[in-house]
């Protein structure tokens, strides 16, 4: 989003430009807290996993979030209409 584009966003949304130094933060700290859940859930298997068998968990993970994103689009797009 450019500059100028984020500050219409803002004036028309009541609020100023994004703080993305914030949101980087608070994406780490989510980061964090899921790596944090799946230790509990699978202690330090992932660490002795081979690169093949973490790849093959890396696409199954892009193709729930595509998934997810179809789901997401459907449903935006059914507000529309």
Same mark, same amino acid.
Do not use: H
């Given at each position: 989003? =450019?500059?100028? =584009?984020?500050? !219409?966003?803002? &004036? %028309? &949304?009541?609020?100023?430009?994004?703080?993305?130094?914030?949101? %980087?933060?608070?994406?780490?700290?989510?980061?964090?807290?899921?790596?944090? *859940?799946?230790?509990?859930?699978?202690?330090?298997?992932?660490?002795?996993?081979?690169?093949? *068998? %973490?790849?093959?968990?890396? *696409? *199954?993970?892009?193709?729930?979030?595509? &998934?997810?994103?179809?789901? %997401?689009?459907?449903? !935006?797009?059914?507000?529309?209409?």
């Amino acid at each position: 989003m =450019s500059d100028e =584009s984020q500050r !219409v966003w803002g &004036n %028309l &949304n009541g609020v100023g430009k994004p703080d993305r130094d914030q949101q %980087l933060v608070e994406f780490q700290g989510a980061c964090r807290k899921r790596m944090a *859940q799946g230790a509990k859930e699978y202690g330090e298997r992932s660490f002795a996993a081979s690169p093949d *068998q %973490l790849l093959g968990e890396v *696409q *199954q993970e892009l193709e729930d979030v595509a &998934n997810w994103a179809f789901i %997401l689009w459907c449903r !935006v797009r059914d507000l529309s209409t």
